[in-house]
Structures are given as structure tokens and as C-alpha cells.
């Protein structure tokens, strides 16, 4: 498996046509919006920020056999756009009402709630679009750039991120047992990491059973990912973050508060051998997709 | 052409299968998201009116050879689901800040802004989701499947209803001129329209210059839309329309405002006959078509 040092190289050297590919859609997205959303969703897109999701998506693609160049980048980056959208809806007034974002004033505070609302809504059919458009510059076929479009589409919606009944638990004040905190953080954070993998494998024209461990390979990385940022909440402080972390403030159930701090980190552990074991069994050689697994866990945030 | 009482017996046959149709996406995208949530989303979906772009997109539908049952009725409803979604990010307290919708407490005051704006976020991937789906069903190709959702997403996002870069001459308060205000509600209003009629057109399957003649028919009917909008604006009351006439009192740039009554209303009867004339020009009889590209314009609100 690749070290720190490779790992943090490979990372390094994946941003660049990251950006470039997120650089294209702002400005093929865009062009068309009034001036105040046109800014919002440039600020929103170009955040700066790890880029996992287009990172993993590319490293999946290729590690399934798929050829990098810019259309996978344009593909990997339509994930980013919804990430992006979940972050600016999630950071404004009526729902968490946050000020900082990455250590930037969030995006509402600065360019204003409704080009906000906006642009992130905007992101959504501008994701999707983007994704059958890379598919088809990719060779894929109708079938697979229909199914490419369905795992974002899914993870973007009720049945990924903006779902999760168990919400209404939080929303009582309710403590969250284990099963509940699984299920909710499956897909709060978990839908769309896993769409990354899915959706490099499936553009590469991946078989089912590769597809199913890469599935199964991103649920086990997004749980790790999870407890990871539980854990960084609760020992690193609103400065290193670069955000507040509301979530202790607000005595919301975590996995540090639900486990203790040892057991979590043993959690997350396990669960990042359980991706990596998810793609032995298929036999697929990914040392770097072992590498980002790893990475999830012991990352600054 | 169908008469005027052929016509309201036909949009009322057509509500059953309509509402029917959204009752299974609300129930279908729902169930999974945190109960404020699902109640926002099956408030702002449920609200009756007219569902005259899910009765477009069916009638383009049957008139171009399309056998229609319960998933083309799917498909129809995909476009109301886009539609609700804008309605209830527009009546938002940071954007219109609208108090009643069709004579009801809009979304956000009866269900809260959190819950409103997520639910109008979930029903962008689910409309879309439905579309997909719902060709799948009608048989048709997964490239024709793959158009179909491509027309719904640009109408929905940033080449469609959320773009218009007019909209910052307005934000600067000043008067928009012809070209400008039709640009503006081509995509406001006309951009989802237009895909009613061609998504339903290419769902059945019909040929280029039929898809072409529908595209310049939902055009056409956009703009007739929008003008009998603003005549209805400037000469009923508020208890009417059962909405606020927020444009009036913001002074903002209307048809009416622009040409005066007069020729708004002969503006808007020559964009019928446009709309007529297109699908005449390709033999595309569809008398029912053509009576509600006339509704258009003498519709009440």
C-alpha cells in the first residue's frame, strides 16, 4: 500500500485537473444566471477543500481499467457540484446557520441567502447534466451513462443526502442508538461517497460484482469518514476546523459520544479494513483506492 | 378545434390520472426523508391548480402516436415535480416572501423554511429520477431516455428556469425592455413548458422536425403564458388569484407595463396562432393542442 508521503503526492497532483474540470463547469453553468448567482455558485464550486469525491471517482475509474483524461474529470467533478450545493443549503440561516465555511465566511454571508438558495439548487440539474455529458465524451453507452446518472441523481436525493427519518429523532432532542446513527450518517455523508465509487466503476464499464464491492468499499470509507470527523469535532478545536463545531455545541448524538473516543477510533478502523477487503475479494488491485481508505481515517480535516 | 366546454371536460379528466400519478411520487420519494420534510414536499406537490405542464406533456404525447396509461402519466408528473419545486423556493422569505399560494399558506409558513427549501431540493433528483423511470417503462431507448431526463434537467437549472441574466437589470431596478423581458420568462416560465411538450413528443417516440415543431409550440404558449399572467395581474384582485400581486406592487417590468392592454392581449393571441401554426407546419393534428395553446391565454389564474 502506498505511504503518507505517496498518498499526500497523489492527492497533490489529482487536485489540479480537479479544479480545472470544476473551473469548466462553473463557467458552462454559469454564464446563463444573474450576475449575484453566477458569484454565489463560483464561490460555492471553488472552495478549495480535499475534493475526495472527484478524487475517489477517478481513482476508481482507472483503477477498473477506464482511461483519465479530461472527461473523467469533468465526471468526477459533477460530484463536487452536488457536494458543493449541500454545503451552501446546509450552511444557510433556516438550517444550520453557519458563518464559516473552510475558514472563508460561508457562502451566504457572502453573496446573500436567495443567490445562495439559488445557486445551489442550480447545482443539482447542473450535476446531472454534467455527468451524462461526461459519459457520453467517455464512450460509455446510453444504458451506462443512464445508470452513471441514476447513482448521483440517488445520492443527491431522498433516497441519499436529504433523506434519513431518523432526523426526526434528532429533531426531538432524542439521543441516537447505533443503528440509528448508521442509517443516518449512511446517507448524510455516506450516499454520495459511495456514488463517487460507483460511478467510476460503472463509466469504466466495471462488471456487477466490481461495482457491488466498490458500493460496498465507499458505505464502509463514508461510516470511517463519519466517525473520523466526530472524532477531529470532539479533540480539535473551532480554529484548526475552520468551522464551528456546532455539532457538540448543539449536544447532537456522535459516534464519539455514542462509543467514547477508543472505542470510535477502533470503529473506524474496522471499517476501513472492511473496504479494503471489499475490493480483495474482487480481486481488484487499487493499492491507492487502500491508500484514500486509509487516508479517510487519519486525515486532518 | 375542441370548444370551450370540450376543453374544460378534457382538463378535467385529466387531473385524476395526474394527481394519481404525483400521489405515487410523493409516496414513492417521501417515505425516506425526516416526516417535516415529507410533509413539505406532499404540501407543495398536492396543491392542486391546474397541472397544465403534466396535461401538455401527455397531450403531445398521445398526439404523437404514444399509448397513454399510468406511465406516461408518470412521466407528466415529473414536470410538476420541477414545477412545485420552484414555486416553493420562490415564495421563500429571502426571495419572494410570499404569504399564499392558491389561496393556501405558502409551503414555508405552514411547514416551516428548512423543511421547505430541502423538500424543494429532494424534488429536482426525484423528478428527474421519475423521468428516467418512467421511459424505462414507456419502452423507449435508454438514448431516448437519456433525452428526455437531458430536456427536464435543462429546464430546470441554470439554461432554464433558474437562469436569466436580465434579472440583473432588474435587481438594479430598471425597466427591461422586449427582448430582454421575453428572454427572461423564455426561461422562467417558457423553458419548462417547452419541455412538457418535447419531452412528451420525444417519450413517444416522435421524429425531429415533430420534436422541433412541439419545442417552437411550447415557446410560443410560454410567452402567451406570461402575458395573460401579467394581464391577469393588472386587472384582478388579489383575492382572485388568491396570491399576492407582488409584481405590481414591486414594480416590476411587465407585458403590461411594457405594450399597455391592448397590445398585450394581441400579443398574446399572435403567439397562439405561432404556437398553432408550428404543429401545423409538420401535420401533426392534435386539435386538443390547439385549444390549449387558446386556454393559455383565456384561462382565470
New interface residues.
Given amino acids: 500500500m502506498p505511504g503518507t508521503a505517496e498518498l499526500t503526492a497523489y492527492l497533490e497532483v489529482q487536485r489540479g485537473p480537479v479544479e480545472e474540470a470544476l473551473a469548466r463547469a462553473v463557467e458552462a453553468?454559469?454564464?446563463?444566471?444573474?450576475?449575484?448567482?453566477a458569484e454565489a455558485?463560483e464561490y460555492g464550486v471553488t472552495t478549495g477543500g480535499k475534493r475526495l469525491r472527484p478524487v475517489l471517482c477517478v481513482t476508481a475509474f482507472e483503477a477498473c481499467g477506464g482511461s483519465v483524461g479530461e472527461a473523467a474529470y469533468d465526471l468526477a467533478a459533477s460530484l463536487e457540484l452536488i457536494h458543493a450545493?449541500s454545503l451552501m443549503?446546509d450552511d444557510?440561516p433556516?438550517?444550520d446557520d453557519a458563518a464559516l465555511r473552510r475558514g472563508r465566511p460561508t457562502s451566504h454571508r457572502a453573496h446573500?441567502?436567495?443567490a445562495t438558495?439559488?445557486a445551489?439548487?442550480?447545482l443539482?440539474?447542473?450535476a446531472?447534466?454534467q455527468a451524462?455529458a461526461a459519459c457520453e465524451r467517455l464512450g460509455s453507452?446510453?444504458?451506462q451513462?443512464?445508470t452513471v446518472?441514476?447513482a448521483l441523481?440517488?445520492a443527491?436525493?431522498?433516497?441519499g443526502m436529504?433523506?434519513?427519518?431518523?432526523?426526526?429523532l434528532l429533531?426531538e432532542g432524542q439521543a441516537l442508538g447505533a443503528e440509528e446513527l448508521d442509517g443516518l450518517h449512511r446517507?448524510k455523508t455516506g450516499a454520495l461517497l459511495q456514488a463517487s465509487l460507483v460511478m467510476g466503476g460503472l463509466a469504466a464499464g466495471a462488471d456487477q460484482d466490481t461495482v457491488d464491492a466498490l458500493r460496498e468499499y465507499g458505505a464502509a470509507i463514508g461510516l470511517a469518514f463519519q466517525i473520523a470527523d466526530d472524532i477531529l469535532d470532539a479533540t480539535e478545536s473551532a480554529e484548526t476546523l475552520g468551522k464551528n463545531p456546532s455539532d457538540i455545541e448543539l449536544g447532537k448524538s456522535t459516534y464519539v459520544s455514542l462509543y467514547g473516543l477508543e472505542e470510535a477510533r477502533a470503529r473506524a478502523k474496522a471499517e476501513v479494513g472492511r473496504a479494503v477487503a471489499a475490493l480483495s475479494r474482487v480481486g481488484l488491485e487499487a493499492p491507492m483506492l487502500a491508500a484514500l481508505a486509509r487516508y479517510v481515517v487519519e486525515r486532518e480535516k
Fill in positions: 453553468f454559469a454564464g446563463d444566471l444573474a450576475s449575484d448567482v455558485l450545493y443549503h444557510l433556516c438550517m446573500g441567502e436567495d438558495m439559488r445551489g439548487a442550480a443539482i440539474p447542473a446531472a447534466l451524462l453507452s446510453a444504458e451513462g443512464r446518472a441514476k441523481l440517488e443527491a436525493g431522498a433516497g436529504v433523506g434519513g427519518q431518523w432526523l426526526d429533531g446517507r
